[in-house]
C-alpha cells in the first residue's frame, strides 16, 4: 500500500505492528497525545522521551521523539505548522503525557486536505460499518 492509499484512501488497513517497533526503537518513549485545548480535538499521537518533554517545556512547542527516524521532533518546525504547549498533564500511571496546545499554524497533521492545507489533526476519517472508512471534519464525528 502506498503512502497516498494509506493516508487519502477508504480502506481500513490498521498497522497493529506499531508498537512492536515502537519497542525497537533506540530509546525508552511513552505516548504523548497534542489535543486542541480551545475545542478539545486530538490532533496528534506520537511517542516522548525524556529530552523531547524536556525540550518541550524549554521551548513551549508540542514536541515529540520520532521512533521511525529515532530522532527529536519539534511539530512544526519545518512546515511552520507549531503547536504551542498552553499545559502539560500526565495520566494516572504517569505512563503518558498530553500537551494541551494551541495551534499555531494551518494545521497539525502533515497530510493536506483537497485545497491543499494540512489537516486539523490526524484523525480525518471514521470507520463505517462495512469497514470501508470516510472522510469528515472533526465537528461531524
Known sequence: M???????GKVLNLDFTKLR????CDTDVLP???QDAKTGEVLIVGYANSLALETAREC?????WSTSRNELW??????GDFLKIEAICVNCEQNSILYKVTPA???ACHTKNQEGVARSGC????ILE?????FVNSQQI
Open 2 to 8: 502506498t503512502h497516498e492509499e494509506l493516508e487519502e
Open 21 to 24: 517497533k515502537v519497542a525497537n
Open 32 to 34: 504523548a497525545i497534542a
Open 60 to 64: 513551549g512547542m508540542a514536541t515529540f
Open 74 to 79: 519539534i511539530k512544526g518546525k519545518t512546515s
Open 105 to 107: 499554524g494551518k494545521g
Open 123 to 126: 484523525y480525518y476519517r471514521k
Open 130 to 134: 462495512d469497514g470501508s472508512l470516510e
